[in-house]
């Protein structure tokens, strides 16, 4: 007769191989929608000599011959020609592509023009599991601008780090960061900001990117007799190392990477776990001179990365670029309509 410990075990065990199979059951389904899609989408490129009204026809037949399925509309099937189009059926489409909702390629195709661009983020919402809605508040706030162009010029980080550790470490950090939760007030102090971006830790968490744990603001150190107080600190299980955050609200300074670089040092000694990798810092300024930033750090022998950061009030003369034209919204807006009148 089994014992309650051992019933309960069971009833653990048989719950986690359900919700397992579960998932694999979920994948595999849409991974063999995708790559339908994509199959369908092949044959809709060869075809094309009849011209682009032969889907309408097409749709309207696919509808009588099966009233019961889903996503054989026109816009639908053109979505499947574009995604023939700018993909190929190989490794990436199987293991990236495939592993992502068909919502996420259609929001991939919309939103992201260059295709090196769209595969970086297609791999990232594959890697973190981020919604569509995640993933299109990424694309509206150009995170490939500020982290994809931003790993290769963090050279301090390389310097510093064991490679391993250095790659992965470079690949966080962006620039700037941007804090479209907080508005900002006339001299807000630091440990205003500090309070309010802690008191939005989801938020932050999110716009720090994935493996962060938050620690605490204001940690406390007490060196050689002296108080000593961290902006904000966090654990990195990706990485496996704390993690600084230094807040200020004047543009970049050279003490400040001193500053900076003493914490690390101390968290190095006084907490950091002998498993654990090296502490590594971020500084987050309100404007930075990059020669100035690069110098600073030129012999700084900790791991330190410098950015800026944008409150809400920034946003709109830093995506200033990225808005659409007219034209772009007068065609958004064909679109809309036509797509209104398409039988999905």
């Given at each position: 007769m089994l014992t309650n410990e051992e019933y309960f075990e069971l009833l653990e065990d048989i719950k986690n191989t359900l919700i397992t199979t579960r998932n694999k059951v979920v994948e595999n389904a849409n991974k063999s929608l995708v790559i339908m899609y994509y199959n369908i989408g092949r044959k809709l490129i060869e075809n094309n000599k009849w011209g682009s009204s032969f889907i309408d026809n097409l749709a309207k037949d696919l509808k009588v011959e099966f009233p019961g399925i889903k996503g054989m509309s026109a816009r639908n099937l053109?979505?499947?020609q574009?995604?023939?189009?700018?993909y190929d059926n190989d490794k990436?489409?199987?293991?990236?592509?495939?592993?992502?909702?068909?919502n996420h390629n259609q929001l991939l195709l919309d939103?992201?023009?260059?295709?090196?661009?769209?595969?970086?983020?297609a791999n990232k919402a594959l890697e973190n599991g981020w919604s569509t809605t995640v993933l299109s508040h990424q694309i509206s706030l150009k995170l490939y601008n500020r982290q994809a162009l931003l790993e290769?010029?963090?050279?301090?980080?390389?310097?510093?780090?064991?490679?391993?550790?250095?790659d992965k470490a470079r690949e966080m950090?962006?620039?700037p960061y941007i804090f479209d939760f907080l508005t900002a007030k006339e001299d807000m102090k630091e440990l205003e900001i500090e309070k309010e971006l802690t008191s939005n830790i989801t938020k932050l968490l999110l716009e720090l990117g994935n493996g962060f744990a938050?620690?605490?603001?204001q940690y406390h150190l007490e060196i050689g007799n002296k108080d000593y107080y961290l902006d904000l600190l966090f654990y990195n299980v990706k990485v496996?190392?704390?993690?600084?955050?230094e807040l200020k609200t004047t543009e970049f300074k050279p003490e400040y990477a001193g500053q900076l670089n003493f914490y690390l040092s101390a968290i190095d000694e006084y907490v950091k776990d002998k498993n654990d990798n090296p502490t590594f810092g971020i500084l987050l300024c309100r404007e930075k001179n990059k020669i100035t930033a690069e110098l600073a750090l030129k012999d700084i022998n900790k791991p330190i990365g410098v950015s800026e950061y944008k409150l809400l009030s920034d946003l709109p003369e830093y995506l200033e670029n990225t808005l659409p034209s007219i034209s772009d919204l007068e065609k958004r807006l064909e679109r809309v309509n036509y797509e209104k009148n398409d039988n999905i």
């Open positions: 053109r979505y499947m574009k995604f023939a189009k700018e990436f489409l199987q293991e990236v592509l495939a592993k992502l909702s068909w939103k992201v023009k260059e295709k090196k661009e769209r595969v970086w983020y290769n010029k963090t050279e301090n980080y390389r310097k510093t780090l064991p490679t391993d550790i250095s950090l962006k620039d938050f620690i605490g603001r496996k190392s704390y993690v600084v955050v």
